[in-house]
T-cell receptor
Framework: KAGVTQTPRYLIKTRGQQVTLSCSPI?????VSWYQQTPGQGLQFLFE???????NKGNFPGRFSGRQFSNSRSEMNVSTLELGDSALYLC??????????????FGPGTRLTVT | GNSVTQMEGPVTLSEEAFLTINCTYT??????LFWYVQYPGEGLQLLLK?????DKGSNKGFEATYRKETTSFHLEKGSVQVSDSAVYFC???????????FGEGTQLTVNP
């Protein structure tokens, strides 16, 4: 099976712009979660989508949003970029909900730099 | 809320040394516990997991035991290799959903 893929791998944006990141989960996985990784804050949960519905949301401002499509692919959007949004954004997919053993598989991440 | 605390790093060891990275957690209910590893420039890889008290997860010579009485999930390896150099993250997941709560990460460097 192909792993989780994320595009693009690297992005450079300017303050005030917006950005969209894409994640394709492992085939058959219906849950997609997003995390932000920074040196100062570590790994923080952004949100989780399952069957096109947001199931859980972390403590991030409304500038961070996401969606999931019928084929389970997911996108996240950050509007009005700030310097502090520079981070590695990781996507993870997992098999159907409800099992304690549902492992999450991570993609390689998208490195966003805001200048 | 849930939280995970890892020992402060970085940790530097010589090849074949014994490794312990401490991890303690705070959670309601009975979470599942995980260790993830991140190599430079890559995403996270699941190293091992345990889903209930007294379970021992193991993989590639690494082990960790779910200790509910001490709320701990310490990572150990008897003999580290240079290729084990990476950042290690302890994490927990609640019973429902997929949300992971991570520790701060511990940078491990193994010198030949």
């Amino acid at each position: 099976k192909a792993g989780v893929t994320q595009t693009p791998r690297y992005l450079i944006k300017t303050r005030g712009q917006q950005v969209t990141l894409s994640c394709s989960p492992i085939s058959g996985h219906r849950s997609v979660s997003w995390y932000q990784q920074t040196p100062g804050q570590g790994l923080q949960f952004l949100f989780e989508y399952f069957s096109e519905t947001q199931r859980n949301k972390g403590n991030f401002p409304g500038r961070f949003s996401g969606r999931q499509f019928s084929n389970s692919r997911s996108e996240m959007n950050v509007s009005t970029l700030e310097l502090g949004d520079s981070a590695l954004y990781l996507c993870a997919s997992s098999s159907p909900q409800g099992t304690r053993d549902n492992e999450q598989y991570f993609g390689p991440g998208t490195r966003l730099t805001v200048t | 809320g849930n939280s995970v605390t890892q020992m402060e790093g970085p940790v530097t060891l010589s090849e074949e040394a014994f490794l312990t990275i401490n991890c303690t957690y705070t959670a309601t209910g009975y979470p599942s516990l995980f260790w993830y590893v991140q190599y430079p420039g890559e995403g996270l890889q699941l190293l091992l997991k345990a889903t209930k008290a007294d379970d021992k997860g193991s993989n590639k010579g690494f082990e960790a035991t779910y200790r509910k009485e001490t709320t701990s999930f310490h990572l150990e390896k008897g003999s580290v290799q240079v290729s084990d150099s990476a950042v290690y993250f302890c994490a927990l997941k609640e019973t429902s959903g997929s949300r992971l709560t991570f520790g701060e990460g511990t940078q491990l460097t193994v010198n030949p």
